[in-house]
T-cell receptor, first 113, second 111 residues
Framework: DAGVIQSPRHEVTEMGQEVTLRCKPISGHNSLFWYRQTMMRGLELLIYFNNNVPIDDSGMPEDRFSAKMPNASFSTLKIQPSEPRDSAVYFC???????????FGPGTRLTVT | GQQLNQSPQSMFIQEGEDVSMNCTSSSIFNTWLWYKQDPGEGPVLLIALYKAGELTSNGRLTAQFGITRKDSFLNISASIPSDVGIYFCAGPNSGNTPLVFGKGTRLSVIA
């Protein structure tokens, strides 16, 4: 069975450029989470959706970050404009609504120069 | 918000040794989850605990849900090189989602 799929796996971009990260949750899951992982701050929840609706975006660092979930099988996290401090690994995870068990994708390693 | 404290932060052990790590919180949790993250990959769910006092095994891994509901332990028996990675504990912030994660225990196994 396919797990959570993320693309791209690696992204290198210049400061000021727009970056779009993509996620396909596990089929049938109806909660989707975006995390950011850095050495300094560990795993941080950015935003999560239940049934395609954003529930809590209080973890989104600033207005440069936005996330959408147009349907049950696809979500994007966009950074515009990107800055060097956005360099991190971004994970997408999915679960059933109301269940604590989350399943993570392989992550996107973002480097902003 | 709730925080989870993991200890030790890192450990170096010889292959074949048993490993023990723990996770504590100042607040009560209703569920404890243990994840392992290999280098360059996402965290993988190892064990889920749902009741105080529960002891659950997954191969050489055993985890326990503390009686106080404020801690959990993960033990690995007879460690092997592929046990290397970062082990995270996690629990729901409220209700069943979202999760709060500890900072992780980095395990290194010396052959």
């Amino acid at each position: 069975d396919a797990g959570v799929i993320q693309s791209p796996r690696h992204e290198v971009t210049e400061m000021g450029q727009e970056v779009t990260l993509r996620c396909k949750p596990i089929s049938g899951h109806n909660s989707l989470f975006w995390y950011r992982q850095t050495m300094m701050r560990g795993l941080e929840l950015l935003i999560y959706f239940n049934n395609n609706v954003p529930i809590d975006d209080s973890g989104m660092p600033e207005d440069r970050f936005s996330a959408k979930m147009p349907n049950a099988s696809f979500s994007t996290l966009k950074i515009q404009p990107s800055e060097p401090r956005d360099s991190a690994v971004y994970f997408c995870a999915s679960s059933f609504v109301g269940r604590p068990e989350q399943y993570f994708g392989p992550g996107t390693r973002l480097t902003v120069t | 918000g709730q925080q989870l404290n993991q200890s030790p932060q890192s450990m170096f052990i010889q292959e074949g040794e048993d490993v023990s790590m723990n996770c504590t919180s100042s607040s009560i949790f209703n569920t404890w989850l243990w994840y392992k993250q290999d280098p360059g990959e996402g965290p993988v769910l190892l064990i889920a605990l749902y009741k105080a006092g529960e002891l659950t095994s997954n191969g050489r891994l055993t985890a326990q849900f503390g009686i106080t509901r404020k801690d959990s332990f993960l033990n690995i028996s007879a460690s092997i090189p592929s046990d290397v990675g970062i082990y995270f504990c996690a629990g729901p912030n409220s209700g069943n989602t979202p999760l709060v994660f500890g900072k992780g225990t980095r395990l290194s196994v010396i052959a």
